[in-house]
């Protein structure tokens, strides 16, 4: 069975939502998935600050557990969720992929497909500038790309050829344009994985 990791963070649920529906897609095309969200890096009262924040990731971090290395070395695949910040990956999900460096340097990581995803509270608000950056990183972890293009229906309703997508105003949610694309990116991505997993096992 393919192995994928869906390693995102999420504040307000927005990206949660979208991690969810990756993981729906993966596992529609039979992947095993372990769905990982990746912890604060702030305190309480930096949490404070923000309405809602700590309810939130309360709530989410008994839901899923953290990301961890061994995660990553398992999978077959890997996609990366996160809101844009200033144009880029979250300190919080950036935090796990620098974990990961011991893996990098021992090749652990080499061959598996990697694909990214990702919201922001505005239109024009770094969605396509946060994937792009992320798969500068993946680039360097060995990873083998997999954008979603155009090569699904769905990618003309929701998201970017990069990956899935979703602008959410502040207490709102993903559209079903936006999550059939996310769903139609799992699909993708498991399905490349499995390809390379197969490919690998011959050679």
Known sequence: ???????????????????KAVAEGARNSGAEVRLRRARELVGPEI????????????RMNDAYAAPTVD????????????????????SELRAFIDSLGGA?????????????????SVLHGGNES?????????AHLGLIIVPTGYADPAMFKGGTPYG??????????????????????????????AALKARQAAA
């Open 71 to 90: 995660d990553a070395i398992w999978a077959d695949g890997i996609v990366f969720g996160s809101p844009t910040r200033f144009g880029g990956a979250s």
């Open 104 to 120: 990098w340097f021992h090749g652990r990581l080499n061959g598996k497909a990697g694909s990214a995803f990702s919201a922001s």
């Open 164 to 193: 899935a997508t979703a602008v959410v105003p502040p207490n709102g949610a993903p559209t079903e344009d936006d999550l059939t694309a996310a769903r139609y990116q799992g699909r993708r991505v498991a399905e490349v994985a």
């Open 130 to 138: 946060t994937l792009l950056t992320l798969y500068n990183t993946m």
């Open 47 to 58: 949490m404070a600050s923000v309405q809602g924040w700590a309810e939130a990731a309360a």
């Open 1 to 19: 069975m393919t192995k994928m990791l869906i390693a995102f963070y999420s504040r307000g649920g927005a990206t949660e939502a979208l991690a």
